[in-house]
Antibody, heavy 121, light 108 residues
Framework: EVQLVESGGGLVQPGRSLRLSCAAS????????MHWVRQAPGKGPEWVSG????????DYADSVKGRFTISRDNAKKFVSLQMNSLRAEDTAFYYC??????????????WGQGTLVSVSS | EIVLTQSPGTLSLSPGEGATLSCRAS??????FAWYQQKPGQTPRLLIY???TRSTGTPDRFSGSGSGTDCTLTISRLEPEDFAVYYC??????????FGQGTKVEIK
């Protein structure tokens, strides 16, 4: 069974940083691209960032480019999202997502349960 | 940036009726359309990808079609568990993955 377990969320002041982590299990981690998707309460999902299986291709939404950095460790089955210069509009649940494995780009097959990031003074 | 516009915003239907949900992209992205179903308190579930391919476990009452800038999700006969919010997604152009604003299918 695919498991994606996020951690690292919390309440943070505007301008500060947070690092989200996702521990993966139940599948061959190195075979799949991984993504972070966020969803504010009552809103639709918003893709944040994605990283290919070998970290060779990385992409970011315009709203986070230059502030967020995604990385992965295939040996440890881990993907991270470093979030700097946080803004109130970054407040949302952040989900670690595994794609379908059909090449880059592919849609999203499995989602973690999410971690809440709240940016407020 | 590609914008996806879904219509209608809300569909009020009865179990057993059919539903047609539409999604229009601001640029051509076919065939890289997907559809997701989201129920309250749950994460989105992939139903359809590559415009018309059902994901594993998607019932055959769900079908997808489209080309160019437009795609459609059709539910042939609504079951009680189908009442939810549906999102379309494109994954063909940068920013590479974008979602529509959602269509809520509610019980009439």
């Amino acid at each position: 069974e695919v498991q994606l377990v996020e951690s690292g969320g919390g309440l943070v002041q505007p301008g500060r940083s947070l690092r989200l982590s996702c521990a993966a299990s139940g599948f061959t981690f190195g075979d799949y691209a991984m993504h972070w998707v966020r969803q504010a309460p009552g809103k639709g999902p918003e893709w944040v960032s994605g990283i290919s299986w070998n970290s060779g291709t990385i992409d970011y939404a315009d709203s986070v480019k230059g502030r967020f950095t995604i990385s992965r460790d295939n040996a440890k089955k881990f993907v991270s999202l470093q979030m700097n210069s946080l803004r109130a509009e970054d407040t949302a649940f952040y989900y670690c997502v595994k794609d379908t494995g059909n090449g880059w780009p592919s849609p999203f097959q499995d989602w973690g349960q999410g971690t809440l990031v709240s940016v407020s003074s | 940036e590609i914008v996806l516009t879904q219509s209608p915003g809300t569909l009020s239907l009865s179990p057993g009726e059919g539903a047609t949900l539409s999604c229009r992209a601001s640029q051509s992205v076919s065939p890289f359309f997907a559809w997701y179903q989201q129920k309250p308190g749950q994460t989105p579930r992939l139903l359809i990808y590559d415009t018309s391919t059902r994901s594993t476990g998607t019932p055959d009452r769900f079908s997808g079609s489209g080309s160019g800038t437009d795609c459609t999700l059709t539910i042939s006969r609504l079951e009680p568990e189908d009442f939810a919010v549906y999102y379309c997604q494109q994954y063909g152009r940068t920013p590479t993955w974008t979602f529509g604003q959602g269509t809520k299918v509610e019980i009439k």
